[in-house]
């Protein structure tokens, strides 16, 4: 998963579940909470990639394929990570299944 994805999909499962936990919302709290365990499910299992550049191949004189290259970062920072947005999300949804606002 590349790495700006896996943060934006983060901060959208938090603030998801912060303004559900706020106003109320125990399924829009919920939501956000289960975002957040499936980013860290998918960080452990694919790893965290950063785009590394592109790659231009010339077909023919017209036309251009251009594909980009991508470079894992070490499994050892990313299953870690990964881990700790899974349990994170978990805890979230106990607390958004518990029910209640913040205090």
């Known amino acids: 998963m590349l790495i700006t994805t896996a943060a934006f999909l983060s ?11 706020t106003y109320g919302y125990q399924g829009i709290a919920t939501l956000g909470a289960v975002l957040m365990v ?6 452990m299992v ?3 990639e950063v785009e590394a550049g592109e790659e231009r191949v010339e077909v023919d004189d017209q036309t251009t394929e251009v594909t980009t290259t ?4 070490e499994t050892s920072n990313s299953f870690p990570t990964g881990l700790v947005l899974t349990l994170l999300g978990g805890v979230m949804t106990m607390r958004a299944l518990e029910g209640g606002q913040i205090t």
């Open 11 to 21: 901060i959208l499962g938090l603030v998801t579940w912060v303004l559900g936990h």
């Open 38 to 43: 499936g980013v860290g499910a998918a960080v």
């Open 46 to 48: 694919t790893g965290l």
């Open 70 to 73: 991508y470079e894992p970062i």
